[in-house]
């Protein structure tokens, strides 16, 4: 029998619907959804392509267990002994709990839940740290929430768009269609990006191609053209912000020449940047990773949000200051507490709201932790235990040579994945789990939107759901009557009942909305809530704090042995470390070896052809690419894709932390590129 299925795309968090056609338990194609109100029918390559990695012939079917140095078979019941053996030797702090931006919300809060009820620490971290670490460290204290406060589908309705360290075509390709429709209609669409990437040449109308790591310079130099020629919107510095004199007095300090020069950013550019911004009714500022992942991201996201403040772009539909999480439950893992400081609910440890105290007595445990846990990458250099579940940080964390030798050392390292990624490979024991449209649960996507995937074919082997491998471990633990879920719908009620914002969201409601519903959504005849800060920002006095910012440039600028800058991120075609476009054969021949960007006129003076096999070297280590020589990359400056683990990016990129949030400087560091002979 064949069937038509309802779900949604496993890739990026813009949330498109798609069908997917089963013939006897078995997917055998797919078609876009039409009425789905993100994409209408619409889907980019990867969502074309879905299904296909399920069926890669690696899946995991069994648990895997070390033997002699050998990863062989095993059961449940064999792993379950030797983890719960194993764990009750563990200090609280000696154990860590990486999450993962793939899992659903059920997952990812048993996951946190054990970590802080089972093992009493708030070590449980997931990609969100390498991810929007910044964000929440520089929207905290500027407007006092880091999540996206509008609806993607209000992007349309703007008429100037402002693409920050974004390739929104290449990266979130149905938002990229918004834009496109709102250009459409007249907006205006400013792309500062170091490259001129498609999004620049095809959304652009400005293209503020800075030097990579300058944009707190760009950003200081419009606020100062804009306050200079009082094009800000004073009623609304006046009625919802703080902190503008000071802003002013610094500003007034700055030598716009001086930016300019450095940035390389023209007064000409600046300055019609500058009024297009501000003249804007509705005005949306979309950023990411090329603002994220800096020592000085952080900054970067203050001064951004300062920018929206004083045009007074926020709190209404299509406006705001809009962070961009990538994975498909980017959003509701943090929502879930998956991080070392915050409790389900972005209950923050160490406030006067004492959540160990509040979640103590919700879930009826004494002592929970209430010190702050270690970040991602500081979990994996200094836990002697450690769970990963869905996140591959032998590919996707800072300098992995170094991950790997702490990996190497630890006591237990168990791995919880859908294939034996190169995390998985340095496991002491492997866990097998079902994926995406194998189980049923709940994802938050990008713009808070909450939607249901719903099982729709078995697992492979004896793989099951991470809820239940953990609920499992839990158990055996001494924790049964704490984790005694036995589906996701029971795990959300036990969500409904301590995150307040998911109170109203109910499986029911959500097979009755296509499209799902955007938290806060507190009962269940609310809504949701689309706009954020429509009256008063959620600081604790109610105001937009307006931050004074200066530059600084990044942590490894290019020197005589290493003299190009090296920057790294996305290619349409794949998905971060490739475990899943990889196996997807139509997405893998549209790009199957890694290429490295570079501007022709560096490629001249090494003696690189398009094509040809160059080594990136850099303090941390060499590899191999293939170079594409293209006018998209400035002089000076090269781009690697960081999807390929044959030519894994990571094993060269600098390690350095920002230093107020943790995220790793993966936009910059410096690099020698060479032929190889
Ligand atoms: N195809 C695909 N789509 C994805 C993903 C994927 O892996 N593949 N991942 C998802 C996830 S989790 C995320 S977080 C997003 C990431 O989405 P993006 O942030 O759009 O992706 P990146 O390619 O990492 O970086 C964006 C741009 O930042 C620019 N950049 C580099 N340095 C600087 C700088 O100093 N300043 C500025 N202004 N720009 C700079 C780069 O040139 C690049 O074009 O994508 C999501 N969507
Ligand atoms: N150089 C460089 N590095 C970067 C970035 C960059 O721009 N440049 N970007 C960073 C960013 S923004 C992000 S978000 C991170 C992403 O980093 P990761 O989240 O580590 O990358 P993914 O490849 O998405 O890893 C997800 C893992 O989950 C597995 N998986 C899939 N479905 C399931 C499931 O249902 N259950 C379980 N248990 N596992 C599953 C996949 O096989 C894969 O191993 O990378 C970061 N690293
Ligand atoms: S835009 Fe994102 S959600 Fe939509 S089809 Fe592409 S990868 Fe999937
Ligand atoms: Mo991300």
Not at 489 to 501: A, F, G
Request: charged share 25%.
């Amino acid at each position: 029998m064949i069937e038509y299925k309802q779900t949604i795309c496993p890739y990026c968090s813009c949330g498109c619907g798609i069908y997917l056609v089963i013939e006897d338990g078995k997917i055998i194609g797919q078609e876009p959804q039409n009425e789905h109100p993100i994409n209408e029918g619409g889907n980019c390559p990867k969502g074309r392509n879905a299904y296909q990695f399920l069926y890669s012939e690696d899946r995991l079917k069994t648990p895997l267990i070390r033997k002699n140095g050998e990863l062989v078979q095993s059961t449940w019941d064999e792993v379950f002994e030797l983890i719960t053996s194993k764990l009750k030797e563990a200090e609280p702090n000696e154990f860590g709990l990486l999450a993962s931006g793939k899992n659903t919300n059920e997952d990812a809060y048993v996951q946190q839940k054990f970590t802080r009820v089972v093992m009493k620490t708030n070590n449980v971290e997931y990609c969100g740290r390498l991810c929007h670490s910044s964000t929440a460290a520089g929207l905290g204290p500027t407007v006092g929430s880091g999540v996206m406060p509008i609806s993607q589908m209000d992007i349309e309705k703007t008429d100037c768009i402002f693409l920050v360290g974004i390739n929104l075509k290449e990266t979130f390709p149905l938002m990229a269609k918004r834009a496109m429709r709102a250009k459409a209609k007249g907006a205006k669409i400013i792309v500062m990006d170091p490259r001129k990437t498609i999004t620049a040449r095809e959304l652009g109308d400005i293209h503020l191609q800075l030097e990579a790591g300058t944009d707190v310079l760009v950003l200081n130099s419009l606020m100062k053209i804009i306050l200079e020629n009082e094009l800000e919107d004073k009623e609304f510095i006046e009625s919802r912000t703080t902190g503008i004199e000071a802003l002013r007095e610094h500003l007034t300090s700055l030598d716009l020449q001086e930016m300019s020069k450095i940035s390389s950013v023209s007064l000409k550019d600046l300055n019609k940047t500058a009024r297009m911004l501000a003249k804007a009714k509705t005005c949306c500022v979309i950023y990411n990773q090329g603002l994220n992942q800096h020592t000085t991201g952080t900054d970067g996201i203050k001064a951004l949000a300062t920018l929206a403040l004083i045009i007074g772009q926020y709190g209404r539909p299509g406006t705001g200051l809009c962070p961009t999480r990538g994975q498909i439950n980017g959003e509701g893992t943090g929502d879930m507490g998956c991080l070392n400081v915050f409790y389900p609910g972005f209950q923050r440890v160490g406030t006067p709201a004492e959540p160990h105290i509040k979640f103590g007595e919700l879930w009826g445990v004494e002592n929970l932790p209430a010190e702050p846990g270690l970040p991602y990458t500081k979990m994996i250099q200094q836990t002697k235990y450690m769970w990963i579940i869905g996140t591959n940080p032998m590919m996707a964390a800072p300098d992995v040579d170094r991950v790997r030798e702490s990996l190497e050392a630890k006591e237990l390292l168990i791995v919880q994945d859908i294939y034996l990624t190169e995390t998985a490979q340095l496991a002491d024991i492997v866990l097998p789990v079902s994926t995406w449209v194998e189980r049923e649960g709940v994802h938050a996507y990008v713009d808070r939107r909450v939607q249901k995937i719903n099982k729709l074919v078995e697992p492979p082997g004896d793989a099951k759901p991470d809820w239940w491998v953990v609920c499992q471990v839990a158990n055996r633990m001494g924790f049964k009557d704490k984790f005694d879920f036995s589906s996701p719908s029971e795990i959300l009620d036990e969500i409904r009942k301590v995150v307040p914002p998911y109170r109203g969201i109910t499986y029911e409601r959500l097979e009755n909305t296509l499209g799902g519903i955007q938290w806060p959504c507190p009962s269940e005849d609310h809504p949701g809530t689309s706009t954020f800060f429509t009256e008063k920002f959620n600081t604790p006095d109610g105001l937009g704090h307006l931050q004074v910012i200066e530059y600084k440039p990044p942590a490894e600028l290019p020197d005589k042995a290493y003299p190009y800058i090296l920057s790294t991120g996305r290619s349409i075609f794949h998905y971060h470390t490739g475990t899943m476009s990889r196996r997807t054969p139509k997405l893998d021949a549209e790009v199957p070896i890694n290429y490295c960007q570079v501007n022709p006129k560096d490629a001249a003076a090494k003696n690189i052809t398009d094509g040809c096999k160059i080594t990136l070297s850099t303090r941390r280590g060499s590899i191999e690419a293939k170079a594409r020589l293209t006018d998209d990359v400035p002089k000076g400056f090269v781009f690697l894709p960081f999807h390929f683990s044959e030519s894994c990016a990571n094993k060269i990129t600098n390690p350095v932390l920002d230093p107020s949030c943790g995220m790793p400087e993966y936009k910059v560091c410096s690099v020698n590129i060479e032929v190889v002979k």
